[in-house]
């Protein structure tokens, strides 16, 4: 093992030669600075999905697993509107959500529950599932998924 150099933190030890990576990742720490309205600092809007009509206003944010880590999981920020909703969907990997903003609807199986402050969720492989906001301000939740996932499987409208 690499000694660690004197002011050199243990996020920036260089990646023992001989390593076997199937893809270049990034060993690197990485901080996002949070700023107003549940935006982070380098992190930009990107689309729920590239298509589709069975969500409406929801935008992803993307903290960690879309900026080159190395994290065999993603962390992800989603806000959805009022009057806005996820998919419905299922797929074989899980997922935990986590209220930091507002409330929202979750529908899992055929359960129906309101998401407030740190109320936590996990949705087990193949549950159907769907985030909805029925109430006037914006429902922000983080998703925590495995980096290696399959795509869903669509079960509303529009499918």
């Known amino acids: 093992m690499k000694k660690k150099a004197a002011g050199q933190s243990w996020c ?6 001989g390593a076997v990576q199937k893809r270049r990742k990034s060993r690197r720490c990485a901080f996002y600075k949070h700023e ?9 809007d990107e689309a729920y999905k590239p298509e589709g009509t069975d969500w409406t206003n929801i935008v992803r944010r993307v903290l960690i697993g879309g900026h080159g880590e190395a994290a065999k999981f993603h962390v992800r920020y989603f806000e959805i509107s009022a009057g806005g ?4 969907e299922k797929h ?9 903003r507002g409330q929202g609807m979750v529908l899992t199986g055929k359960k129906k529950r309101t998401m407030e402050y740190l109320d936590t969720l996990y949705i087990a492989p193949d549950s159907p599932h769907q985030l909805s906001n029925p109430f006037g301000e914006p429902f922000g939740f983080l998703c925590i ?4 996932r399959d795509r869903p499987k669509l ?3 529009g499918k």
Not at 92 to 100: A, N
Not at 145 to 148: E, H, L
């Open 12 to 17: 920036e030890l260089p990646v023992t030669p």
């Open 145 to 148: 998924v495995s980096a290696r």
């Open 155 to 157: 079960l509303g409208k």
């Open 92 to 100: 074989r990997h899980e997922h935990v959500v986590i209220c930091i």
């Open 36 to 44: 107003e309205g549940f935006r982070w600092k380098g992190i930009k």
């Open 85 to 88: 909703n996820s998919s419905l």
